[in-house]
T-cell receptor
């Protein structure tokens, strides 16, 4: 079956611009997560959705970052006034069930470069 | 959620050899998961071991868990070039986020 998909695969933007990154989870997965991975590091948690609501957004670095999941399926991560330090690979994952204790299934990521 | 710490940071072996990497964590867990990341297939879940399990196998993978020492190990037997990747452990407590360390970078040479 189809896995987690993310678009675009690459995004280059200028400092100060606004970007949107999209995640399409595995059908039927109620839990959705966003992570960010910098070079040489493991992925870092950003936000977790259970259904339509953001159950935990404690990993978002500041208020320039925002994510939505209006219908409980596709999610969009939005970054305002991008900075060079935002350059990273943004990973989306989904999983079955409440509290997400099982495996998480990751998408291929969006590589964001802020120039 | 707590973070696992993988050791060694880097490992280089030849095809056919076994590879062992370790994970340490700090507090009680419900389960511990191992993931692999390479450029071709992204980040992929390998195996989950529950806190009441001591050993688990999946193909050429063998995972052990010692909750008294708060440690886990991942053994890959008869390594192949395709096993070249970074390996991450994710100890799971009651939280839902995966907190990854820097991982173990495995290089398998022909």
């Amino acid at each position: 079956g189809a896995g987690v998909s993310q678009t675009p695969s690459n995004k280059v933007t200028e400092k100060g611009k606004y970007v949107e990154l999209r995640c399409d989870p595995i059908s039927g997965h109620t839990a959705l997560y966003w992570y960010r991975q910098s070079l040489g590091q493991g992925p870092e948690f950003l936000i977790y959705f259970q259904g339509t609501g953001a159950a935990d957004d404690s990993g978002l670095p500041n208020d320039r970052f925002f994510a939505v999941r209006p219908e409980g399926s596709v999610s969009t991560l939005k970054i305002q006034r991008t900075e060079r330090g935002d350059s990273a690979v943004y990973l989306c994952a989904s999983s079955l069930g409440f509290m997400g204790q099982g495996p998480q299934y990751f998408g291929p990521g969006t590589r964001l470069t802020v120039t | 959620s707590q973070q696992g710490e993988e050791d060694p940071q880097a490992l280089s072996i030849q095809e056919g050899e076994n590879a062992t990497m370790n994970c340490s964590y700090k507090t009680s867990i419900n389960n511990l998961q191992w993931y692999r990341q390479n450029s071709g297939r992204g980040l992929v879940h390998l195996i989950l071991i529950r806190s009441n399990e001591r050993e688990k196998h999946s193909g050429r993978l063998r995972v052990t868990l010692d909750t008294s020492k708060k440690s886990s190990s991942l053994l890959i037997t008869a390594s192949r070039a395709a096993d070249t990747a970074s390996y991450f452990c994710a100890p799971r407590d009651s939280g839902y986020a995966l907190n990854f360390g820097k991982g173990t970078s495995l290089l398998v040479t022909p």
